[in-house]
Structures are given as C-alpha cells and as structure tokens.
C-alpha cells in the first residue's frame, strides 16, 4: 500500500486539517467546529468540519483521545466511530461525558478525536453445519482467568447508607 496513502478531504469554512501531532502517530487529530457545553454523563453529536473520500480497502475509525479521557472524562459513545470508504458526508463525532459530577466546555478548535485510518477486508459470509476445532473452541468471556485466586474485585454503591 502507498504510505502515504493520499486521501481527499474537503473542509467546511473554519475547519481544519486533520493531522498528526508527532511523526508516527497512527491518528490524526480532528477538532469541534463549535463550542460544545456536556454537562455530566450527557452526550452530543458534534461536527468536525471534515469529509473524506477514504479509498476502498481502507476505513477511517474514530477514536477518543486519552488524555481528555484521563483529565475530564471526555468519551465517545460508539467508540471507535466507524469512517466506510463510501462516506462523503462530514465526519461527526459522538461525545459523551462520562463524569458524574463536572461538566466539560470544550472551545471551536479543540482536538477532540483521532482518526484512524486502516485497510480492511470484506469476507464472504459461508454458512456451514460445523466450524473448523480450535485451541480455545467455544471458550470465552474469562475462560483464560487472568483475574486473580478470588475471582474479580468488584465495588458496589448498592446497599450503602
Ligand atoms: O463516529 C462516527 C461514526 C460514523 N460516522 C459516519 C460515517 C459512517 O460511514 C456513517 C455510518 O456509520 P455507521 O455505519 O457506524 O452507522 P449506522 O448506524 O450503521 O448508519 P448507516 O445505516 O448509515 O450505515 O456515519 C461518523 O461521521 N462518525
Ligand atoms: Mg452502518
């Protein structure tokens, strides 16, 4: 594959590029083009001012970025947001405020989300009567332990004065 693969991007008035904060990066920062005010575990669906024409083979992924996760609790709901290489349409964000207590003003500019950009494959779908054995087989959600000898730590409000 190209690297870099060129990808056609038109901006609505005021946006900005996406772009890679340091060489390397796998994402490239998308920013609001609005202020936007979440008060706590509300969500909104914000623009970003940006449309792609991602080539075929090739999907965008929206993802949070960390540190407004860690700082402010700042979260997209369908995370990551899935970009198909036949969407022209601008690209939005679905913020969310997961904390319960304090409200997140982010400002027109701020670099909210990351996009990342991936090949991707479509497969032919073939029923069968019986799936090929495996190592793990029908083994999952926990089966390979990994949670300490008592099992899980769990926390719970429930009950509490
Ligand atoms: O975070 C996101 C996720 C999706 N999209 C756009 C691009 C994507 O190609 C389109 C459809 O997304 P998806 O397939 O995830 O949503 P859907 O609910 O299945 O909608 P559709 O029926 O239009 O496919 O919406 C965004 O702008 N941001
Ligand atoms: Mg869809």
């Known amino acids: 594959m190209p690297n870099p693969l060129e990808i056609p991007v038109t901006l609505a008035q005021g946006a900005v590029l996406p772009a890679y904060a340091l060489p390397g990066d796998a994402g490239a920062d998308l920013v609001v083009t609005e202020d936007v005010e979440l008060a706590p575990h509300q969500r909104a669906l914000v623009g970003t001012g940006v449309a792609v024409a991602i080539p075929e083979g090739y999907a965008g992924f929206v993802h949070p970025r960390s540190g407004l996760a860690h700082r402010l609790g700042l979260g997209m709901v369908n995370a990551p ?25 982010l400002r027109r500019g701020d670099r909210v989300a990351q996009l990342v950009v991936q090949p991707v494959v479509q497969v032919v779908f073939a029923p069968v009567a019986d799936l090929p054995a495996s190592t793990r087989g029908t083994a999952g959600h926990g089966s390979t332990g990994g949670h300490g000898p008592d099992g899980p730590t769990t926390t719970t409000t429930e009950g509490q004065a």
């Open 81 to 105: 947001g899935t970009i198909d290489a036949g969407y022209r349409g601008e690209i939005k964000v679905n913020l969310v405020n997961t904390d319960p207590v304090t409200t997140i003003r």
